[in-house]
């Protein structure tokens, strides 16, 4: 499985803009980047994916650097519905068609 | 439209019997994936099913076991249960196979085992 590396928690204050960072730098060409999030009780919940372009969705929008070694979630608006584990994972073209996630980032927003 | 349902959200088992957990997958939806996620391990993948057939299986013992429907409702089973099955099982279902189809996932099932 691809690997990526993110921080392990990050703050934020209600209604500011976050920002969440994802490493992939062994990730291959045809590899998509998918982000989920896990509210506390929750199953997690699908986000948004891309493959080389920018993305927008009604949640979130996903930057992907030109050599798409790196990513960034971007919540415009943080609410305190917000606050939740974001898992940044890789599929790959192996057909293997399972998530590997792997630790996320703790996203606490601060009322 | 409904979500992925699971049943039941709770059970308490005793070590040593079997149980099998339910899955209804969104409606249309073909492929079903189980995950099973516990504070040490974290979110661990169990096995995937598409079109009644496993695609992929987990590095699970062969005590954890599942199958699909002709309806795309999937079924798993633990055998044998040890105290290290207390986890939440949570199933999971996609339009598609392949890289570029997102996953719902449901609230999971709690299982306890004494």
């Known amino acids: 499985d691809a690997k990526t590396t993110q921080p392990n928690s990050m703050e934020s204050n209600e209604e500011e803009p976050v920002h969440l960072p994802c490493n992939h730098s062994?990730?291959?060409?045809?590899?998509?980047i998918h982000w989920y999030r896990q509210l506390p009780s929750q199953g997690p919940e699908y986000v948004i994916h891309?493959?080389?372009s920018n993305v927008n969705n009604r949640m979130a929008s996903l930057a992907i650097a030109e050599d798409r070694k790196s990513s960034t979630l971007i919540l415009h608006r943080a609410t305190l519905r917000d606050a939740a584990v974001y898992y940044c994972?890789?599929?790959?073209?192996?057909?293997?068609?399972?998530?590997?996630f792997g630790t996320g980032t703790r996203l606490t927003v601060i009322p | 439209k409904a979500g992925v349902t699971q049943t039941p959200r709770y059970l308490i088992k005793t070590r040593g019997q079997q149980v099998t957990l339910s899955c209804s997958p969104i409606s249309g939806h073909r492929s079903v994936s189980w995950y099973q996620q516990t504070p040490g391990q974290g979110l661990q993948f169990l096995f995937e099913?598409?079109?009644?057939?496993?695609?992929n299986k987990g590095n699970f013992p062969g005590r954890f076991s599942g199958r699909q429907f002709s309806n795309s409702r999937s079924e798993m089973n633990v055998s044998t249960l040890e105290l290290g099955d207390s986890a939440l099982y949570l199933c999971?279902?996609?339009?598609?196979?392949?890289?570029?189809?997102?996953?719902?996932f449901g609230s999971g099932t709690r299982l306890t085992v004494v």
């Open positions: 999971a279902s996609s339009l598609g196979a392949g890289r570029d189809y997102g996953y719902t």
């Open positions: 891309g493959l080389t």
């Open positions: 099913y598409f079109s009644e057939t496993q695609r």
């Open positions: 994972i890789l599929r790959d073209r192996t057909g293997a068609n399972n998530l590997f």
């Open positions: 062994t990730i291959s060409g045809t590899d998509y």
